[in-house]
């Protein structure tokens, strides 16, 4: 993420420019968040913004937060919580709210509970609709003072996060329209930004961004308050949404697709089913489409765009569910390769897109970010989506769409990404204001030598051999596929080199796990880490070794008892409270449990599939964070929340289908037309899974997969065309 906390600037305890600044911290730690397309809001629990003092709230469009300040009150108090909820398809917030009491000369005028105040907000593509509908359950007349207080400060993203720009743009007179008003703001980019605000009925205004409304009820009666925000920029990007109504047909329309195309999961354990549904939700609302096609935006509220490396991990993750995804991340990051050499943003040929953004502090260069690539990882996955998209799919039409692609991918890592010509991949920025550490593990002090001193660059983590070990291999599979048989003897070569050279410098025989990183003068790193799991993922560890680094993750340092720490206890660094030197990150757990399945490692995948069901009992809506804090798990307790994690995050979302895939072994050769299940298991706590509309080409399956003991029997349900089950024990 472009989001670490921390980054090394010559002092160890130094922050970079990016820092997510505490005073922002996520409040409540669990917000109420919507989501569509470019935009995104973030309420409290009342539907409120920002109503008790600064924080990450507001309506953001396009990288600016178009509202600020968006706040109810009744004659004046805040009214009471009754309930909030955001609905199961994400497509609505309501809050159920109550009058406080309200006096009158030191008398009390209208009693607590009296009115009941219903808020519904929906969003669209650049819109957001609430009503408010106020109702008098009381026997006697209800007539009070209702208000909204509202402001704007188009702060970019990067603003809110906690920067801090020496100059800024400046707000233009309100403007006054016969339903309501619009506010602006002159950026230094000289781009006008609008929020457009209108009232049925219109209010009263006191005060230039006070509308109030005298409300006057008798027993029984009811009122509904309309309001529209429209979010506009001068050039030409503005709302598309035409009515509330087109919202919710939007939502209903999107899940109506994916229920199409993706496979439906249920099973006998009903919290297990809440965690599906919530993260399928989640998911359903973080991915945008493209003109490329699907694409997972990586999270909210810091990261709602486009990221490199998280989008194609989340495709990779469901994508024995939904290939769809897989596709669009593909040509989305293969429009955004990098063709040119530009230091500026970490941009060199081939290389495949870390983040991109479209606020103003981007568009002006104050940060890098407005398509950057600084991520040594981006790359190499992305031909290895493309390899496990053509394995799940055997779309090679695509694949030979893709090649060009791939192969200025294959030509940047070895010409770009081994600074040194020793076979591995490295970093080092060229960025001045880029990101100093460049795997997903980019805060500043996540590299680290054993007593505790930061590495140097160019540094080679141990995950990014993985990964470039499996796109070599992949890219040789394909190769073959595309008739080009030396290219897959060439890429076969390159593979087994890496993967003997890795071998020899990388594991640790004392520590039983290999190093986490090789420095610039190719000293290890030897700290136990959460990236030599990944190295199981990416299927670069010698078998024998793989049982050997299991067992070290699920020890005691390394596992909580709710995940894999990213660093084990004990480390010089390590730190639960952290974000990546002792945290524990559900993306994290679920790569891991797909290279514990690789090896055929079942025990200890298990034991991680659970303590991440349990975690997730704990949560609100079920709903896994971008990370939580590392500490041993305690009897009646749950895990301990990190303040500003992104709730939700498209990678966390797709942990539970990344451990359920593992579990079942699950694997498709689509020109045998054949779905395999190798050596599938489930966890105790779960007796029986449905799998609906499981689709391999044009045909799709319905099966029921039954737990007796440690064994796993698949019943075929329905088929359409000729779709194989095949299943290994």
Same mark, same amino acid.
């Given at each position: 993420?472009?989001?670490?906390?921390?980054?090394?600037?010559?002092?160890?305890?130094?922050?970079?420019?990016?820092?997510?600044?505490?005073?922002?911290?996520?409040?409540?730690?669990?917000?109420?968040?919507?989501?569509?397309?470019?935009?995104?809001?973030?309420?409290?629990?009342?539907?409120?913004?920002?109503?008790?003092?600064?924080?990450?709230?507001?309506?953001?469009?396009?990288?600016?937060?178009?509202?600020?300040?968006?706040?109810?009150?009744?004659?004046?108090?805040?009214?009471?919580?009754?309930?909030?909820?955001?609905?199961?398809?994400?497509?609505?917030?309501?809050?159920?709210?109550?009058?406080?009491?309200?006096?009158?000369?030191?008398?009390?005028?209208? &009693?607590?509970?009296?009115?009941?105040?219903?808020?519904?907000?929906?969003?669209?593509?650049?819109?957001?609709?609430?009503?408010?509908?106020?109702?008098?359950?009381?026997?006697?007349?209800?007539?009070?003072?209702?208000?909204?207080?509202?402001?704007?400060?188009?702060?970019?993203?990067?603003? +809110?996060?906690?920067?801090?720009?020496?100059?800024?743009?400046?707000?233009?007179?309100?403007?006054?329209?016969?339903?309501?008003?619009?506010? /602006?703001?002159?950026?230094?980019?000289?781009?006008?930004?609008?929020?457009?605000?209108?009232?049925?009925?219109?209010?009263?205004?006191?005060?230039?961004?006070?509308?109030?409304?005298?409300?006057?009820?008798?027993?029984? /009666?009811?009122?509904?308050?309309?309001?529209?925000?429209?979010?506009? =920029?001068?050039?030409?990007?503005?709302?598309?949404?035409?009515?509330?109504?087109?919202?919710?047909?939007?939502?209903?329309?999107?899940?109506?697709?994916?229920?199409?195309? /993706?496979?439906?999961?249920?099973?006998?354990?009903?919290?297990?089913?809440?965690?599906?549904?919530?993260?399928?939700?989640?998911?359903?609302?973080?991915?945008?489409?493209?003109?490329?096609?699907?694409?997972?935006?990586?999270?909210?509220?810091?990261? $709602?765009?486009?990221?490199?490396?998280?989008?194609?991990?989340?495709?990779?993750?469901?994508?024995?569910?939904?290939?769809?995804?897989?596709?669009?991340?593909?040509?989305?990051?293969?429009?955004?390769? &990098?063709?040119?050499?530009?230091?500026?943003?970490?941009?060199?040929?081939?290389?495949?897109?870390?983040?991109?953004?479209?606020?103003?502090?981007?568009?002006?260069?104050? +940060?890098?970010?407005?398509?950057?690539?600084?991520?040594?990882?981006?790359?190499?996955?992305?031909?290895?989506?493309?390899?496990?998209?053509?394995?799940?799919?055997?779309?090679?039409?695509?694949?030979?769409?893709?090649?060009?692609?791939?192969?200025?991918?294959?030509?940047?890592?070895?010409?770009?990404?081994?600074?040194?010509?020793?076979?591995?991949?490295?970093?080092?920025? =060229?960025?001045?204001?880029?990101?100093?550490?460049?795997?997903?593990?980019?805060?500043?002090?996540?590299?680290?030598?054993?007593?505790?001193?930061?590495?140097?660059?160019?540094? /080679?983590?141990?995950?990014?051999?993985?990964?470039?070990?499996?796109?070599?291999?992949?890219?040789?599979?394909?190769?073959?596929?595309?008739?080009?048989?030396?290219?897959?003897?060439?890429?076969?070569?390159?593979?087994?080199?890496?993967?003997?050279?890795?071998?020899?410098?990388?594991?640790?025989?004392?520590?039983?796990?290999?190093?986490?990183?090789?420095?610039?003068?190719?000293?290890?790193?030897?700290?136990?880490?959460?990236?030599?799991?990944?190295?199981?993922?990416?299927?670069?560890?010698?078998?024998?070794?793989?049982?050997?680094?299991?067992?070290?993750?699920?020890?005691?340092?390394?596992?909580?008892?709710?995940?894999?720490?990213?660093?084990?206890?004990?480390?010089?660094?390590?730190?639960?409270?952290?974000?990546?030197?002792?945290?524990?990150?559900? =993306?994290?757990?679920?790569?891991? &449990?797909?290279?514990?399945?690789?090896?055929?490692?079942?025990?200890?995948?298990?034991?991680?599939?659970?303590?991440?069901?349990?975690?997730?009992?704990?949560?609100?809506?079920?709903?896994?964070?971008?990370?939580?804090?590392?500490?041993?798990?305690?009897?009646?307790?749950?895990?301990? &929340?990190?303040?500003?994690?992104?709730?939700?995050?498209?990678?966390?979302?797709?942990?539970?289908?990344?451990?359920?895939?593992?579990?079942?072994?699950?694997?498709?050769?689509?020109?045998?037309?054949?779905?395999?299940?190798?050596?599938?298991?489930?966890?105790?706590?779960?007796?029986?899974?449905?799998?609906?509309?499981?689709?391999?080409?044009?045909?799709?399956?319905?099966?029921?997969?039954?737990? $007796?003991?440690?064994?796993?029997?698949? =019943?075929?349900?329905?088929?359409?065309?000729?779709?194989?089950?095949?299943?290994?024990?």
């Amino acid at each position: 993420m472009a989001a670490a906390p921390h980054s090394h600037t010559g002092d160890p305890g130094g922050v970079s420019p990016f820092y997510i600044s505490s005073s922002v911290t996520v409040p409540s730690y669990r917000p109420r968040v919507l989501k569509q397309a470019d935009t995104f809001a973030v309420f409290d629990h009342f539907g409120d913004v920002q109503a008790t003092g600064p924080g990450s709230e507001g309506l953001f469009f396009e990288d600016t937060r178009h509202l600020s300040q968006w706040v109810l009150t009744v004659a004046g108090l805040r009214p009471l919580l009754l309930s909030s909820i955001v609905t199961e398809d994400n497509s609505l917030m309501s809050a159920d709210l109550a009058n406080p009491d309200v006096m009158r000369k030191g008398r009390l005028w209208l &009693a607590r509970d009296t009115v009941h105040i219903r808020r519904s907000l929906v969003l669209g593509e650049g819109a957001l609709f609430e009503q408010l509908d106020l109702t008098n359950f009381g026997q006697v007349q209800a007539s009070f003072g209702f208000a909204l207080n509202f402001d704007v400060d188009f702060s970019d993203i990067f603003e +809110v996060r906690g920067s801090v720009r020496p100059r800024r743009g400046i707000p233009l007179p309100d403007k006054a329209e016969r339903d309501g008003l619009t506010l /602006a703001y002159r950026g230094l980019d000289q781009l006008v930004r609008r929020t457009r605000i209108a009232f049925a009925p219109a209010p009263d205004f006191e005060g230039p961004r006070r509308a109030t409304w005298t409300v006057d009820l008798a027993p029984g /009666a009811a009122k509904t308050i309309l309001i529209e925000v429209r979010c506009e =920029h001068d050039d030409g990007r503005r709302s598309e949404t035409r009515s509330r109504d087109t919202c919710l047909e939007a939502v209903e329309a999107r899940v109506a697709r994916r229920k199409e195309r /993706a496979a439906d999961l249920y099973s006998s354990n009903e919290s297990f089913n809440d965690w599906i549904g919530r993260s399928r939700a989640d998911l359903d609302m973080l991915i945008t489409e493209t003109p490329q096609g699907l694409y997972a935006y990586a999270g909210i509220p810091w990261f $709602s765009t486009a990221f490199g490396r998280d989008g194609l991990i989340t495709a990779l993750q469901c994508l024995w569910i939904d290939p769809t995804l897989a596709a669009g991340t593909l040509r989305f990051l293969a429009a955004n390769q &990098a063709t040119t050499l530009d230091p500026k943003v970490d941009a060199e040929p081939g290389k495949i897109l870390h983040e991109t953004r479209k606020g103003e502090m981007a568009m002006l260069g104050e +940060v890098p970010f407005g398509r950057y690539y600084g991520s040594v990882d981006s790359t190499p996955l992305f031909i290895v989506l493309a390899t496990a998209y053509y394995d799940r799919t055997g779309d090679l039409a695509l694949i030979r769409a893709l090649w060009p692609n791939i192969a200025r991918a294959l030509t940047w890592m070895t010409e770009y990404g081994d600074v040194d010509g020793d076979g591995f991949l490295e970093y080092d920025r =060229h960025s001045v204001n880029g990101l100093i550490n460049q795997g997903w593990k980019d805060s500043g002090d996540s590299i680290f030598h054993a007593d505790g001193s930061l590495a140097d660059a160019p540094i /080679a983590l141990a995950e990014v051999q993985a990964y470039a070990y499996a796109a070599y291999r992949g890219a040789a599979r394909l190769a073959a596929a595309l008739g080009q048989p030396r290219d897959e003897v060439r890429l076969n070569d390159v593979a087994e080199r890496l993967r003997q050279r890795f071998e020899a410098v990388f594991w640790l025989e004392d520590l039983g796990t290999y190093a986490l990183a090789l420095d610039g003068a190719k000293r290890p790193c030897r700290v136990r880490s959460s990236n030599a799991g990944q190295v199981l993922f990416g299927g670069l560890a010698a078998p024998e070794r793989a049982s050997v680094v299991a067992a070290t993750l699920m020890a005691g340092a390394s596992f909580s008892g709710w995940g894999v720490r990213t660093i084990a206890e004990g480390e010089a660094r390590y730190s639960p409270i952290s974000y990546h030197n002792g945290s524990i990150w559900p =993306h994290d757990n679920g790569l891991i &449990a797909m290279g514990f399945a690789r090896y055929g490692l079942r025990e200890p995948l298990l034991r991680l599939f659970t303590g991440m069901f349990d975690s997730a009992l704990f949560m609100e809506l079920k709903r896994m964070p971008e990370l939580f804090c590392g500490f041993v798990r305690q009897a009646g307790t749950g895990p301990t &929340a990190y303040p500003v994690a992104c709730l939700p995050q498209a990678w966390a979302s797709a942990t539970v289908f990344a451990l359920l895939g593992a579990s079942l072994g699950i694997s498709f050769d689509p020109g045998a037309r054949q779905i395999r299940f190798q050596r599938p298991v489930l966890p105790s706590w779960l007796d029986e899974l449905r799998l609906t509309n499981l689709r391999l080409g044009e045909g799709s399956v319905d099966l029921l997969l039954r737990r $007796s003991g440690d064994d796993v029997a698949c =019943h075929l349900l329905r088929r359409e065309s000729s779709v194989e089950i095949v299943v290994t024990t």
